[in-house]
């Protein structure tokens, strides 16, 4: 079964210092990932998502995160944080479920930005 | 365009009573979700329907009941409320089996608290 696992409940960085938020995954077959954001009292919402194509995925509000098989990751960045950014972010990986798809989320990553 | 609407936003129980979650989504998806978040464990799936008239148990099914009588509408009905099932409620649809190409689009959640 495949699942996901987000290194650090909780990140704290600078105004203008590079984010890095950590997701591994483990799969038997490739797998599809994805990035959604949370904001406070809000649902989530999908920053970006592999799917076998490019292994550097661009998604929305400037960040990014790179498919590593050898490394079993999907960590997301962003160059230079903004205030903004704060919010909930949770990796998710797409399995088999019973016959269907389903989404497993990794236990999700709060982003602090100090200004 | 509404999107994902869930209602309603906040809701106290205690324990014992029944109440109905509703979640309706207006871009035609045949496939609806009803997720739980609870701190540190990410979302897990309680049940998911992959059209109107066929619903079925995700992870954690026990307590809740779904019925899928229209594309539009996925209703998530507690039937005596638990202190357990305290926990802030995501519906989610998609236009197939999320993953890959099939994005899972969510609701701004509702806040259970059960005492």
């Known amino acids: 079964a495949q699942s996901v696992t987000q290194l650090g409940s909780h990140v704290s960085v600078s105004e203008g210092a590079l984010v890095l938020l950590r997701c591994n995954y483990s799969?038997?077959?490739?797998?599809?990932l994805f990035w959604y954001v949370q904001y406070p009292n809000q649902g989530l919402q999908l920053l970006l998502k592999?799917?076998?194509?490019?292994?550097l995925v661009k998604g929305i509000n400037g960040f990014e995160a790179e498919f590593k098989k050898s490394e079993t990751s999907f960590h997301l960045t962003k160059p230079s944080a903004h205030m903004s950014d704060a919010a909930e972010y949770f990796c998710a990986v797409s399995q088999s479920f019973q016959g269907a798809q389903k989404l497993v989320f990794g236990q999700g990553t709060r982003l602090t930005i100090n200004p | 365009n509404a999107g994902v609407t869930q209602t309603p936003k906040f809701q106290v129980l205690k324990t014992g009573q029944s109440m109905t979650l509703q979640c309706a989504q207006d871009?035609?998806?045949?496939?609806m979700s009803w997720y739980r978040q609870d701190p540190g464990m990410g979302l897990r799936l309680i049940h998911y329907?992959?059209?109107?008239?066929?619903?079925d148990q995700g992870e954690v099914p026990n307590g809740y009941n779904v019925s899928r009588s229209t594309t539009e509408d996925f209703p998530l009905r507690l039937l005596s409320a638990a202190p357990s099932q305290t926990s802030v409620y995501f519906c989610?649809?998609?236009?197939?089996?999320?993953?890959?190409?099939?994005?899972?689009?969510f609701g701004a959640g509702t806040r259970l608290s059960v005492l």
């Open positions: 989610a649809s998609s236009y197939g089996r999320p993953g890959g190409k099939n994005i899972q689009y």
């Open positions: 329907s992959v059209g109107a008239g066929i619903t």
């Open positions: 592999y799917t076998s194509a490019a292994t």
């Open positions: 799969s038997s077959v490739p797998p599809y």
């Open positions: 871009m035609n998806h045949e496939y």
